[in-house]
T-cell receptor, first 111, second 115 residues
Framework: QKEVEQNSGPLSVPEGAIASLNCTYS??????FFWYRQYSGKSPELIMF????GDKEDGRFTAQLNKASQYVSLLIRDSQPSDSATYLC???????????FGRGTSLIVHP | DAGVIQSPRHEVTEMGQEVTLRCKPI?????LFWYRQTMMRGLELLIY????????DSGMPEDRFSAKMPNASFSTLKIQPSEPRDSAVYFC?????????????FGPGTRLTVL
């Protein structure tokens, strides 16, 4: 059973702050790690993926991966109210590359 | 590109009725996924196809659920008979290939309510 754990939140941060979203996973065979953003009432959309240990930066977003600890995180710098959404962590195992989704962390960025 | 198209967007039906959800993937994508999302269970993969062939249907909850992909541009998910616990948002997603780092593009979803 592949498990993906995320704090459901809500995580509330002030505008301009750094939001830190965390995820742990049980499948040691996981090789690719996706972060999807889902606005209320909308469908998920990919914002980041990472498959090497360390950090990957894309604009205001940084994904961090530590395979030894089975931990992946997403940092959002200079958080904006438009970042308010649910963030889904989705590791995929090496054999299938099919992601297993966590239940997501709700982020609220207040002005 | 129009993106992944799903129909209907909303469906309200009574218990015991047959429900058919439809999906048109992005042109050129050869992998298609059906997901179900509920508050209790989150986003669950039901089944996925590669090149119109079902690869893994282990997520299909019961025999009441069936999915087909008769061609590269169309797929259906059928529930017969429907039950109130099937109420959820059903997403279809497509990707160009199931490879490391490959992005899935989600449709807008079908919100199903079974009374």
């Amino acid at each position: 059973q592949k498990e993906v754990e995320q704090n459901s939140g809500p995580l509330s941060v002030p505008e301009g702050a750094i939001a830190s979203l965390n995820c742990t996973y049980s499948d040691r065979g996981s090789q690719s790690f996706f972060w999807y953003r889902q606005y209320s009432g909308k469908s998920p959309e990919l914002i980041m993926f990472i498959y090497s240990n360390g950090d990957k930066e894309d604009g205001r977003f940084t994904a961090q991966l530590n395979k030894a600890s089975q931990y992946v995180s997403l940092l959002i710098r200079d958080s904006q109210p438009s970042d308010s959404a649910t963030y889904l962590c989705a590791p995929s195992s090496g054999g299938s590359y099919i992601p297993t989704f966590g239940r997501g962390t709700s982020l609220i960025v207040h002005p | 590109d129009a993106g992944v198209i799903q129909s209907p967007r909303h469906e309200v039906t009574e218990m015991g009725q047959e429900v058919t959800l439809r999906c048109k993937p992005i042109s050129g994508h050869n992998s298609l996924f059906w997901y179900r999302q509920t508050m209790m269970r989150g986003l669950e993969l039901l089944i996925y196809f590669n090149n119109n062939v079902p690869i893994d249907d282990s997520g299909m909850p019961e025999d009441r659920f069936s999915a087909k992909m008769p061609n590269a541009s169309f797929s259906t998910l059928k529930i017969q008979p429907s039950e109130p616990r099937d109420s959820a948002v059903y997403f279809c997603a497509s990707s160009s290939l199931v490879t490391r780092g490959n992005e899935q593009f989600f449709g807008p979803g079908t919100r199903l309510t079974v009374l």
